[in-house]
Nanobody, 116 residues
Framework: QVQLVESGGGLVQAGGSLRLSCAASGSIFRINAMGWYRQAPGKQRDLVAR???????NYADSVRGRFTISRDNAKNTVYLQMNSLKPEDTAVYYC??????????WGQGTQVTVSS
């Protein structure tokens, strides 16, 4: 079965950095994009960053310039480097893989907490 395992979350002070990793296993066909979403308490799940199959990236306005998404195709892993973290970045971060066959796969979520 397809499984996405996330790691790298934790508690950091404002201005600090974290690097999230998401390793995918199983057969995933026709990947359209890999990305990261986050959900803060009482809020909807929002796109943070996404990398398209051909390499282009998208970022939420709130993280552009601070976060960087990357991937390692050989390891089937997507990363999110988060710098200059702010308290408003506090959320559960979810890895996502979207396919051209209209399937979505999700990681288990990893908590990121940024203290002021």
């Amino acid at each position: 079965q397809v499984q996405l395992v996330e790691s790298g979350g934790g508690l950091v002070q404002a201005g600090g950095s974290l690097r999230l990793s998401c390793a995918a296993s199983g057969s995933i066909f026709r990947i359209n994009a890999m990305g990261w979403y986050r959900q803060a308490p009482g809020k909807q799940r929002d796109l943070v960053a996404r990398i398209i199959s051909y390499g282009s990236t998208n970022y939420a306005d709130s993280v552009r310039g601070r976060f960087t998404i990357s991937r390692d195709n050989a390891k089937n892993t997507v990363y999110l480097q988060m710098n200059s973290l702010k308290p408003e970045d506090t959320a559960v971060y979810y890895c996502n893989i979207n396919t051209f066959t209209r399937n979505d796969y999700w990681g288990q979520g990893t908590q990121v907490t940024v203290s002021s």
